[in-house]
Structure formats: C-alpha cells, structure tokens
C-alpha cells in the first residue's frame, strides 16, 4: 500500500461540514459542535473527487472540550487499500481514525461498488455540491446488522428513492453472502 505524505489541511467552515458531520453523529460516530472546516470540490467523476474525513477535538484554552474539527484529506490511498486485492484496509491515518468518505457527484444513488467502501463500517457521504444546502447529500452506512442511509435536500425523485432502496437492500445481500 502506498503511505501519503500529503499535509493535512483544515478549511473554514461551510454548509457541507455541518451536514456530513451532524449526518455522522446521528449515528452516535461523532460527537460535533459547531463545525470548523470545509471541503475542497472539484468535478470528477466517482471515485476521483473523494477524500477522507479524519475528526479531531478541539479544546479551549483550559483543555476542555469544544467541538470538533475536521482535517480532509485525498481519498487515492484509501479506494487502494478497498479496491486492490492483497491491500490491507485503510482505517486509519497517522493513529486517527477515519470517520468518513465524501465524494462529489452529480448522481448522489451509491453504486454497486461504493459497497466495498460502506463495508468497511466507515460512512460514505455523496452529494453534487457539500457547500450548498441545495443540493442531495446521502450518507450510506451500516449498522445494526443492515445498510441505512439519511438524506438531505430538496427531495429525490420516486424513481431515485426507489433505487436507493433497492441499493441498500442489494448490499444487505451482499453482506449477507459475505458471511456465509
């Protein structure tokens, strides 16, 4: 697996981070306060415009807990570590765990490969525009023994619902014939 040396950056806040991150302690996967940082965008397709979220807490002058913060980081040595064979999984970055994967897309229904990236119990969070409040954000994680997903925007389609139905229930499936 090939080890990033790239520096970790934190922006200033945006619309996205509080979506993602309250859309993560939803979960009970973070604990957040006000948001602190943003994410870089750019147009790619799929994979290609990914990054990390690594999470870290931010404390006043008396050491006592404030919120969090958010260091994003490219998501290339990640989707190796879950897509190339042999590649041990990458769960951490420096002792920090990753609390997240986003990904900009114009179509915001998770694919059939995006599986291997939620099966790793880390969330995957997608959405056309993490600075805008109007556009879809989906985040796709696992729990409780099956694939959920909370969403935010202006409201998908029947037809989008109903597919992003039949992807959660096709990965259900595939874990289960995972562990058979």
Same mark, same amino acid.
């Given at each position: 697996?090939t080890?990033?040396?790239?520096?970790?950056?934190?922006?200033?806040?945006?619309?996205f981070?509080?979506?993602?991150?309250?859309?993560?302690?939803?979960?009970?996967?973070? =604990?957040?306060?006000?948001?602190?940082?943003? =994410? &870089?965008?750019?147009?790619?397709?799929?994979?290609?415009? *990914?990054?990390?979220?690594?999470?870290?807490?931010?404390?006043?002058?008396? %050491?006592?807990?404030?919120?969090?913060g =958010?260091?994003?980081?490219?998501?290339?040595?990640?989707?190796?570590?879950?897509? +190339?064979?042999?590649?041990?999984t /990458?769960?951490?970055? @420096?002792?920090?765990?990753?609390?997240?994967?986003? *990904?900009?897309?114009?179509d915001?229904?998770?694919?059939?490969?995006?599986?291997?990236?939620? &099966?790793?119990?880390?969330?995957?969070?997608?959405?056309?525009?993490?600075?805008?409040?109007?556009?879809?954000?989906?985040?796709?994680?696992? @729990?409780? %023994?099956?694939?959920q @997903?909370?969403?935010?925007?202006?409201?998908?389609?029947? +037809?989008?619902?109903?597919l992003l139905? @039949?992807?959660?229930?096709?990965?259900?499936? /595939?874990?289960?014939?995972?562990?058979?």
């Open positions: 697996m080890t990033s040396t790239l520096t970790p950056f934190i922006s200033t806040p945006s619309a981070t509080g979506r993602v991150i309250s859309s993560c302690a939803a979960l009970g996967l973070l =604990a957040f306060t006000p948001a602190i940082a943003g =994410a &870089a965008e750019t147009a790619a397709p799929n994979n290609a415009n *990914c990054e990390i979220v690594l999470t870290n807490p931010i404390q006043d002058e008396t %050491g006592k807990a404030r919120g969090l =958010a260091t994003y980081l490219p998501a290339e040595d990640f989707l190796i570590s879950v897509y +190339e064979e042999g590649t041990p /990458m769960l951490e970055v @420096k002792d920090r765990p990753i609390s997240a994967v986003i *990904c900009k897309r114009l915001v229904i998770p694919t059939k490969n995006d599986y291997s990236i939620v &099966a790793t119990g880390i969330p995957l969070s997608l959405s056309q525009s993490f600075e805008s409040r109007d556009s879809d954000l989906v985040t796709v994680y696992y @729990k409780n %023994g099956s694939f @997903k909370i969403y935010k925007g202006p409201g998908l389609s029947e +037809e989008g619902a109903t139905e @039949k992807r959660l229930a096709a990965y259900d499936k /595939m874990k289960a014939d995972q562990i058979k």
